[in-house]
Every structure is written in C-alpha cells, then in structure tokens.
C-alpha cells in the first residue's frame, strides 16, 4: 500500500482510527536491529558454538544454512525443549541482539510516529521475538522508553510461545486492559500477521522492500506500507 489512492488512504485511515493500542514489532517497524552487527554472523556464531559441543547434528543442512540466529534457536528448541542447552543458547543470542542494538537503524518516521500516537493517548507496546531486554536499551538510547514502559512482551526461554504464537500479543493486551479489536499490530513478517490473526487484532504490514510486501500479501494482510510517513501524516491530520 504506497496509499496512491483514495480506498488505500480510507483503509489505513480506519486502522488507526480503530487503533486504542498499537502493538509493534521491534526489529523492522522501529530499527534494524542487525543493521551494523551482521545477522548473518550471529547464526553462523551459534552454529559454530553448537558444532564445538559435538552438536553438529542437532540441525539440519537447511537450518544451518538458514543465517537466522531465531531460525537456529528453535531448531533446537524443538529438539530439546526447555533444556539447559535452549536457555545457554538463548543467552548467547540475547548477549549478540544487546551488541547490535548500540549500532540499530531506527526506521525512518518511527521516532516521531511513536511519540505522536504516544501523545495522543494510544497505549503503545512492543510485541517482539527478540529479547526484552535488547529492547529496552535500543528505547532508552532513543529516549523513547516511556513511550512504552512497561508494556515490552519479547522472547523467554518458553520458545514455543515467539511468534506466530500469539502469546506476547495476549499479554499485551491483557495488561492494558485492551480489546482486540481496539488494538493494531504493525509488523514486518508473516509471523507477525499470523500471531495478529490468531490475536483477532487488525494488523498493518510494514515492507522496507517489495520481497517483504510480497511474502506480507501472500500470508494474508490485506494493509501493507513501505513507509511509515504516511501513517505519521494521517495522526497528524
């Protein structure tokens, strides 16, 4: 949705207006979070770790291959749920996630698109697969965090409840005391649309590319901006 015409314009008009809360996902609809520490080393680091133990054959070809430091963690989640093994590795990529927030890319519009809808009374919170505590430090480097506080649902060692599984969206809404239907999840994968459709919260796709719009339209959203200005314009109008 580049919000070219005037059904495209209403659409998005209506998520927002509809929108008491908004819940974000972190890394894309407010920075990049591996945009100076590679995402790509991080998977190949853990990889490395897990080989290093003898556990070269706890993945998979294809999840090894992945360079998804979240792809290789539930990889082995699945294979050893709720071990040591799960939460040592979890620690590993929580520590990389802390390093590579002082060098996150805020996505251009967010800051002033959060402070806005923070400033007009919309409840604001983070539903995020990365570790709350990453997301903490990237807010507080942005002076954000009391946009948010204490509303940031991110990655436990529970690995089964990260996204597409609703879990963090529901905690979010139960703690602000919010409806569904009275919420907006902004996000920038098919998980976040699936965890926002099993959620019932309206969901507004964010695509820095059009790889990203196309993989957000065939999971379903219907909503889908490669920009957060024009958001930022209508809350302003």
Request: aromatic fraction near 4%.
């Amino acid at each position: 949705m580049t919000v070219e015409n005037e059904n495209d314009q209403h659409h998005l008009l209506n998520l927002i207006k509809g929108a008491r809360v908004v819940l974000w996902d972190f890394d894309g609809p407010l920075c990049r979070l591996f945009a100076g520490h590679s995402a790509d080393r991080v998977a190949s680091d853990l990889v490395s770790w897990l080989e290093s133990r003898g556990l070269h054959g706890l993945l998979t070809e294809r999840e090894r291959e992945s360079l998804d430091p979240q792809v290789v963690l539930r990889a082995v989640d699945r294979r050893h749920p709720g071990s040591d093994l799960v939460a040592e590795l979890e620690e590993r990529l929580t520590q990389e996630e802390l390093r590579a927030a002082s060098s996150a890319m805020p996505t251009p519009y967010a800051d002033p698109l959060i402070r806005t809808w923070s400033a007009v009374g919309s409840g604001l919170a983070i539903a995020t697969n990365n570790s709350p505590r990453v997301v903490r430090k990237y807010l507080e480097s942005r002076g954000l965090v009391g946009c948010f506080a204490p509303h940031l649902y991110g990655r436990t060692q529970e690995l089964h409840h990260l996204k597409p599984d609703p879990h963090c969206l529901n905690r979010a809404l139960n703690a602000m005391g919010a409806a569904p239907a009275d919420a907006l999840m902004i996000g920038d994968a098919p998980s976040d649309r699936e965890a926002a459709a099993r959620a019932g919260v309206p969901f507004l796709g964010y695509a820095s590319n059009p790889r990203k719009a196309k993989l957000l339209r065939e999971a379903g959203a219907d909503a889908v901006i490669e920009s957060l200005e024009p958001v930022l314009a209508l809350l302003r109008g």
